[in-house]
């Protein structure tokens, strides 16, 4: 619950009118910082079980909320967003498995009311399965960069009390799907709030209601390696064409940036039959339905490491490795042997030995045919192009040249 002082401050605050700046309405691009926050071993698989187990719960494909630890996010994309008028600058994690934007999370950078913050009085609250956050909505103007403003944006204001899971961001930029925000609101509880990518859209700022995301696999704990780009595609950070899907119809995977995918362990061992998951950056690996994973196990020969909780193989077992070939649209995206493992220059940093080789598939936590089969997160993301398209309720995938990159 906030304090009485700060529900006070943000009524008092004083509200300024403001116009909506006019940019050039060619697509945008936002530097993306790649950070490896880990707090304890096995808190890479534990952090995205928890999470997946939460997307299905909070869309009514489960048992109701999950209670999980706290855990930290374990690979994050940043990007700087200033809020408010004189304006302060948060760090906010890229997220396209929610919609709503928050910010406070961190002790040394919580929101100031300023001239152009609108209190709206009504309480905010998200979780996200190993965290959580709430609030207070406030209207704000949102500056991205590169003239991208948006003169009032719904923004939650979380305390280092009310936020848990989110050491080292300062909040989330919440990119997926509008109708994720339905229900955070109280007493609002039905009533959607735009993104910050339909309010660009909305105000004309950005042609189209698309944003496309480009990350590169990397070996270091931080660097800026990514880009997101509001209004179409760069296609200086793709190679050959998009190959556009519709959102899927399966629920609950159809509530986010879901897909019909099936994949394959080397060219004809089929290990998951076409079905539904996501595509999603708040996730770190790559997710398969139990029995999928207990394919990829038996045909790669891993054994689970007690140590980080990730599957691990022997040098003669990665000379052996084969591709994943994920179908999606009928086009066979391939998931090199190399991109496959965990870069093992960072294996210590989650709690591994610096000479082993672990590998960057994991449970899911449940068989295949509940709707969400998989999640396709970063280690997937990290070596390919994506797409999300509101206008046309579709997904976009494309090779890049990390594809097929040696880098682990």
């Not at 760090?91 to 396209?96: C, N, R």
């Not at 909040?171 to 339909?198: Q, Y």
Request: net charge negative; aromatic share 8%; glycine share 10%.
């Amino acid at each position: 619950m906030f304090s009485k002082t700060l529900l006070s401050t943000l009524s008092l605050a004083l509200v300024v009118s403001a116009s909506p700046i006019l940019v050039d309405k060619a697509p945008v691009n936002l530097d993306l910082t790649r950070r490896l926050n880990l707090t304890s071993t096995h808190n890479l698989v534990r952090h995205d079980r928890a999470r997946a187990q939460q997307l299905k719960a909070s869309r009514g494909a489960g048992t109701g909320v999950i209670s999980s630890p706290a855990d930290n996010q374990a690979v994050t994309y940043v990007a700087s967003v200033s809020v408010g008028n004189p304006a302060t600058t948060y760090s906010l994690l890229i997220d396209t498995g929610s919609s709503n934007t928050w910010v406070g999370a961190q002790i040394n950078n919580l929101y100031h009311p300023s001239l152009t913050t609108k209190p709206t009085l009504d309480a905010v609250s998200v979780t996200y399965g190993s965290g959580s956050f709430s609030g207070l909505e406030v209207i704000d103007k949102v500056s991205l960069g590169s003239g991208l403003t948006i003169p009032e944006q719904s923004i939650g204001v979380a305390t280092p009390i009310t936020a848990a899971g989110f050491n080292g961001v300062d909040g989330i930029l919440g990119i997926g799907p509008v109708n994720l925000t339905v229900g955070t609101l109280t007493p609002g509880s039905t009533k959607a709030i735009p993104t910050v990518t339909d309010n660009l859209y909305s105000l004309g700022i950005i042609n189209s209601n698309v944003l496309s995301i480009s990350f590169e696999p990397t070996t270091t704990e931080q660097v800026t390696n990514g880009e997101l780009t509001w209004g179409g595609v760069d296609s200086s950070l793709y190679s050959g064409d998009i190959t556009y899907v519709p959102i899927t119809s399966t629920f609950p995977a159809s509530e986010y940036w879901g897909i019909d995918q099936s994949v394959k362990y080397g060219t004809s061992n089929e290990i998951l039959s076409n079905t539904a998951g996501i595509v999603d950056t708040g996730t770190t690996l790559i997710l398969l339905a139990t029995d999928a994973y207990n394919k990829y196990v038996s045909a790669t020969g891993a054994v689970l490491d007690n140590a980080t909780g990730l599957l691990q193989i022997s040098p003669s077992q990665y000379s052996n490795l084969q591709s994943l070939f994920f179908n999606i649209g009928g086009t066979a995206f391939e998931l090199t042997p190399n991109a496959q493992i965990f870069p093992r220059s960072l294996n210590t940093e989650i709690g591994g030995s610096s000479n082993s080789i672990y590998l960057i598939v994991a449970d899911l936590g449940a068989d295949s045919g509940q709707g969400l089969d998989f999640i396709n997160g970063y280690a997937f993301l990290e070596r390919f192009y994506s797409v999300y398209d509101t206008s046309n309720k579709r997904v976009g995938i494309a090779n890049t040249p990390f594809t097929h990159a040696t880098t682990n």
